[in-house]
């Protein structure tokens, strides 16, 4: 069967190869935004809008206009980067919803209305003929304001498809621009989608809306395309409400390797995964597709073997495509064929006896449950080989205050040979020494946090307390351990220690912010 053929065969659908444009409307902003514990700032939602913009994402749903004054002024920020994208706000089927998003300046609105009778009748108290009207009134009133307009239909996927395509082909015939099948709920089937979209498609451009509840978004996105949708929304790695909306990475990814489609630019996949990851504060689990740190990542030694010999042998598409790099990562499956590639990037000449030494100390570690990333395997070789590491991060002195007051730490650090000091407060004392660390370091080192926890105590009033920490930096991370009678001390040391691995490569000197 060939690759056109599984999304073509059904009488409702086209192959994929043949669909033409498919573009994208991103939603991160404010569907993904209300995933629970999510609260973008204004200069991160305008970081984020810029990136989707520079990945050439068509559509990009900056907010709720109704929601209140903070996020009006977040959504006029957005609207007045002059981006190529089309900017729009949510809004409901009320009026002054419209006016709101007016107010901020925005290209066009996304108006969702009631579509299931649970919604019509339960939610807003109305009737069907009432919805119906109501909505041409409000499409009408967008329009004569010159606003781009989509109407969704909400909860579609449950609603009837007899007055779902009368409600829609209203909204159409009222002048609306497009109008968008939404399976709010994450309900739908990849049947039922088909079966819905292609109905609507026949009344004009009709976007996908998709949840992932029962692990369908993807799918139920792809077979909308091949039912007659032209246009996806989705979200950066899936964030959203219960489960999450379809993640536009895997969408874009799928059409183009799949089928041959292009929609984003997939360069940018990687940093924007990485941008709302640490924006949100939800972190990208290691097996996602696309942007998860194990998508190019290779441990064990039969499989390391072959990408060795042949890029592609365990991979369906080079990394590159994704603004990516490939990593050899190693643990308890490494060969010593892994290895020494893995020395030979680090421009590291081993003799077949110190392969085997480091091959064994890399084993042992994995034997107790870590992977051994490039910088711990640098350290190792150095350790066998006798070699001393060049250090361009140090610490030098550690202060901290804790107790009644505002935990607060100053630290000096010696960077690239010049010497810093910062003091800054946090939570607690280690959390106000890594607060000082960043700052003494400045954002051209860009490291983050990404784990902490007490490996191991001695026992006795002399106790030595050891801490692991996980840093990254981009793509690349470092997990490293300390000693000390004291956690703060240990845990500032791992930090330091995580830090200048992740920075050794880098050929620029890390500057200080002004």
Not at 316 to 336: D, Q
């Amino acid at each position: 069967m060939s690759g056109s053929a599984l999304f073509g065969r059904h009488p409702l659908t086209e192959p994929l190869s043949d669909v033409g444009d498919v573009q994208f409307f991103d939603t991160t902003l404010r569907d993904g935004e209300q995933a629970p514990g999510v609260s973008l700032s204004p200069d991160e939602k305008a970081h984020i809008a810029g990136l989707l913009d520079d990945a050439n994402v068509d559509v990009i749903e900056a907010g709720s206009a109704c929601t209140g004054p903070g996020e009006r002024k977040t959504i006029s920020r957005v609207a007045d980067l002059d981006l190529d994208a089309t900017v729009t706000s949510f809004c409901r089927g009320i009026k002054n919803d419209v006016d709101l998003a007016l107010d901020c300046g925005v290209d066009g609105v996304d108006i969702v209305v009631p579509a299931s009778d649970r919604h019509v009748v339960d939610k807003v108290g109305t009737s069907r003929e009432e919805n119906v009207q109501d909505t041409v009134e409000l499409v009408e009133y967008a329009k004569e304001h010159g606003l781009w307009v989509e109407v969704i239909g909400e909860d579609g996927s449950r609603a009837d498809l007899d007055y779902l395509e009368e409600l829609l082909g209203a909204a159409m015939d009222a002048g609306a621009d497009r109008i968008c099948w939404a399976d709010t709920v994450g309900h739908a089937t990849p049947d039922g989608a088909v079966e819905a979209v292609s109905r609507l498609s026949e009344l004009g451009p009709v976007s996908t809306h998709t949840h992932d509840d029962l692990g369908l978004a993807v799918m139920n996105a792809l077979v909308s395309v091949a039912a007659g949708a032209d246009m996806v929304h989705g979200t950066i790695n899936g964030i959203g409400e219960r489960a999450g909306n379809v993640a536009l990475e895997e969408v874009a990814i799928a059409l183009d390797h799949g089928y041959g489609v292009e929609t984003m630019d997939l360069t940018k996949a990687y940093e924007l995964g990485e941008l709302v990851a640490n924006a949100t504060g939800m972190p990208l689990p290691p097996n996602k597709a696309v942007v998860g740190a194990n998508a190019f990542t290779h441990e064990s030694g039969i499989h390391t073997d072959g990408t060795l010999k042949d890029d592609a042998m365990y991979e369906p598409y080079p990394p590159e495509k994704v603004g990516r790099e490939r990593r050899l990562a190693l643990g308890k499956h490494a060969g010593r064929a892994g290895v020494e590639a893995a020395l030979e990037e680090r421009n590291f000449d081993v003799t077949d006896e110190e392969l085997g030494e480091i091959v064994q100390r890399v084993k042992e570690i994995g034997d107790r449950g870590r992977r051994v990333t490039d910088a711990d395997l640098i350290t190792i070789a150095e350790e066998v080989q006798g070699a001393e590491h060049d250090r361009r991060v140090e610490l030098l002195d550690l202060t901290t205050v804790a107790g009644g007051g505002t935990p607060t730490a100053s630290v000096r650090l010696s960077v690239d040979g010049e010497e810093r000091k910062e003091a800054e407060v946090g939570s607690g004392p280690v959390d106000a020494a890594l607060n000082a660390i960043q700052s003494a370091l400045g954002h051209a080192a860009d490291t983050h946090l990404e784990s902490y926890h007490v490996d191991a105590i001695t026992g006795g009033t002399d106790a030595v307390v050891t801490v692991e920490v996980e840093m990254s930096r981009g793509d690349r991370t470092v997990a490293v351990t300390a000693s000390d009678s004291d956690i703060t001390r240990a845990s500032v040391h791992a930090m330091v220690d995580a830090i200048d691995r992740l920075i050794a490569d880098d050929s620029e000197h890390v500057i200080a912010d002004d």
